[in-house]
């Protein structure tokens, strides 16, 4: 159970730290408007 | 060999360093007693530079900014990258590197375009922050996150921690490894708590570490230019301006090449102190 939350909260993070970068690059693909 | 042959091998190197760092370095010294302008040199002045800047609110304004930007983002930085190492150090697995690549992602990405990216996501119009916010219903309207004097600074200090801290989490995670498990088990038949372990037996062991990153995360974040450039330029009127945009402020906005030099002696000044404790500090550090 503790390595689960682990692991969650580690995801979490993952995602929390990517985001600017996913960001980016998703509005890099999308056409001008 | 002789030893005028090693000097000889040597040489390219040493003048290729002469000419890339002392040269300036000395260019520099020298514009910074001459009134300088971009088009050309009018001469010696002595240290008239120095005391016009000394002289500019400006300056004690982005003094102010440069401090509380390298010592708050990089505390900051050292205490989320010290949360993340100990999260790294449980032991989850072969998981534990891939969270390990992917934490270290900001530290490799070009401060340019981190940059960039905070700037999208701060913008007040299109800005994912904002729009988060309001779904939440944290907010009615849009923040001007980078538009407005409160909340400047701030915003570049959230990136400067974000592209930071991955550094101090290593240097942690590593020091972490470090630390002889047998005194954690002493430590839990002697009754101690998760605490009183974290407190007196981690806490000790990352002492010479976290010195030595708070040295480097000062040194490194008051010489910062490109994220605060990229961010906000030092506006909006000059709130979030730090000393080395200032620099770039006085020499190629006001075309005045001598202030500009003069400000950069003393914050070459500033950092070569830091450097000089860092380096007695490494020299006396015990080996981990």
């Known amino acids: 159970m503790k390595k689960f939350l682990l692991i969650s909260l580690m995801t979490l993070l993952a995602v929390l730290i990517l985001f600017p970068f996913l960001w980016m690059l998703s509005t890099s693909l999308k056409p001008i408007a | 060999m002789k030893k005028g042959g090693a000097y000889l091998l040597v040489l390219p190197a040493f003048?290729?360093?002469?000419?890339?760092?002392?040269?300036?370095?000395?260019?520099?010294?020298?514009?910074?007693?001459?009134?300088?302008?971009?088009?050309?040199?009018?001469?010696?002045?002595?240290?008239?530079?120095?005391?016009a800047v000394v002289n500019d609110p400006l300056f004690?304004?982005?003094?102010?900014?440069?401090?509380?930007?390298?010592?708050?983002?990089?505390?900051?930085?050292?205490?989320?990258?010290?949360?993340?190492?100990?999260?790294?150090?449980?032991?989850?697995?072969?998981?534990?590197?891939?969270?390990?690549?992917?934490?270290?992602?900001?530290?490799?990405?070009?401060?340019?375009?981190?940059?960039?990216?905070w700037k999208w996501l701060l913008n007040d119009q299109f800005g994912m922050v904002n729009h988060l916010l309001i779904r939440l219903g944290l907010i009615s309207s849009g923040?001007?996150?980078?538009?407005?004097?409160?909340?400047?600074?701030?915003?570049?200090?959230?990136?400067?921690?974000?592209?930071?801290?991955?550094?101090?989490?290593?240097?942690?995670?590593?020091?972490?490894?470090?630390?002889?498990?047998?005194?954690?088990?002493?430590?839990?038949?002697?009754g101690a708590g998760s605490s009183a372990k974290f407190i007196h037996i981690t806490l000790p062991h990352l002492k010479s570490v976290a010195v030595v990153l708070l040295l480097l995360g000062?040194?490194?974040?008051?010489?910062?230019?490109?994220?605060?450039?990229?961010?906000?330029?030092?506006?909006?009127?000059?709130?979030?301006?730090v000393l080395p945009v200032l620099v770039r402020e006085y020499s190629f906005v006001l075309y005045d090449l001598g202030k500009g030099s003069a400000l950069s002696v003393i914050i070459f000044a500033v950092l070569l102190t830091l450097s000089a404790v860092y380096l007695y500090l490494l020299g006396k550090r015990e080996p981990i």
């Not at chain 2, 701030?154 to 592209?163: C, F, H, Y």
């Not at chain 2, 000062?218 to 979030?240: A, C, E």
């Open chain 2, 15 to 51: 003048l290729f360093t002469l000419f890339v760092m002392f040269y300036p370095l000395g260019q520099n010294l020298l514009n910074s007693l001459h009134k300088v302008t971009m088009m050309r040199d009018f001469g010696w002045i002595g240290p008239a530079n120095y005391s």
């Open chain 2, 60 to 117: 004690w304004l982005a003094l102010k900014n440069s401090l509380s930007y390298s010592v708050v983002g990089t505390t900051v930085s050292m205490t989320v990258g010290l949360f993340m190492a100990m999260l790294l150090n449980q032991l989850i697995g072969r998981l534990t590197s891939v969270f390990k690549f992917i934490y270290m992602i900001p530290w490799v990405v070009s401060p340019v375009v981190a940059g960039f990216a």
């Open chain 2, 143 to 190: 923040i001007l996150w980078l538009g407005q004097a409160q909340t400047a600074l701030l915003s570049v200090l959230i990136a400067r921690v974000s592209q930071f801290f991955p550094f101090a989490m290593i240097m942690f995670y590593a020091a972490l490894q470090n630390i002889p498990q047998e005194q954690y088990e002493a430590a839990e038949v002697d």
């Open chain 2, 218 to 241: 000062l040194i490194w974040s008051f010489n910062d230019f490109n994220m605060v450039y990229i961010m906000t330029r030092g506006g909006p009127i000059h709130s979030s301006m």
